[in-house]
């Protein structure tokens, strides 16, 4: 009997969902174990989803993100308090996120192959689900209190495959350009110099997740519009003046008291 698509797509979500929800039942120790397991499943679930898109080229890219979301929230559920409240939220986001994903990636997949109407729509909720997955990504990090060396060598390495996977969605092609390739390293580098700033900076760590997330929008969004052809002096404008804002936010909440 076949089974089509979208019946893969819930079967995904299901599995994932039951997996995640079934880390809390572990004992702590095997707890990491499990959210590797947990990325691994979804890297394979995904894969067998999407199978029919998918060749041994830059298609594969589109297992980034799911992957990668799964480890963020699975790694982000140990930061959140042992209440019933938070973690039913959390579950229903990590559900819905996953569905989102598997539909996002069967349009590129075949986007990558034909023109598609969906396409547009499919890159904003892939731009914005790469951004809550660096937020994820970067409060882990910093919540882990490390060298100023580790923490930038962590963001930029976390940030590489996100800017690529995000870049890689505007031209959809199934062979990475050099060019993408260059512009995911220097805005990879971009990232782990404002971790490294970030390091001395008095923030509490929510508030340096956000601005490092801030950075990532600001680097992609540019980047995506420098691909796409559009990058105008109004759209480079809207994107600094947002990074700006944040970048003032932050500077008059923090306490510098404690200096």
């Not at 599995?15 to 691994?40: H, K, P, S, Y």
Request: proline share 2%.
């Amino acid at each position: 009997m076949s089974i089509t698509k979208r019946q893969k797509f819930v079967s995904t979500t299901l599995i994932l969902t039951a997996g995640f929800f079934g880390i809390q039942f572990l004992d702590e120790r095997f707890r990491f174990i499990a959210i590797g397991l947990l990325g691994l499943a979804t890297l394979l679930l995904f894969a067998w989803s999407l199978k029919e898109g998918l060749g041994k080229n830059a298609t594969l890219l589109v297992l980034v993100l799911p992957t990668l979301f799964s480890l963020s929230v699975g790694l982000f559920w140990f930061l959140l308090p042992s209440s019933l409240l938070t973690r039913i939220p959390i579950i229903m986001f990590f559900s819905a996120g996953i569905y989102a994903l598997c539909l996002t990636s069967n349009i590129y997949t075949v986007a990558a192959i034909r023109t598609i109407a969906l396409l547009r729509a499919a890159r904003g909720v892939g731009f914005a689900l790469t951004l809550v997955t660096s937020f994820l990504i970067f409060d882990t990090i910093l919540s882990l209190r490390i060298s100023v060396l580790l923490v930038s060598l962590a963001i930029m390495l976390a940030s590489f495959p996100l800017l690529l996977q995000g870049l890689w969605t505007i031209p959809l092609e199934i062979v990475i350009s050099r060019k993408l390739l260059v512009m995911s390293v220097i805005f990879s580098l971009v990232m782990g110099e404002i971790g490294a700033a970030l390091h001395f900076w008095p923030v509490k760590v929510v508030v340096g997740s956000l601005f490092l997330t801030i950075g990532m929008y600001v680097v992609l969004g540019l980047g995506q519009a420098k691909l796409e052809g559009r990058l105008f002096k109004q759209t480079i404008r809207e994107y600094l003046v947002i990074g700006f804002v944040v970048f003032f936010g932050m500077l008059i909440a923090t306490s510098w008291s404690g200096i």
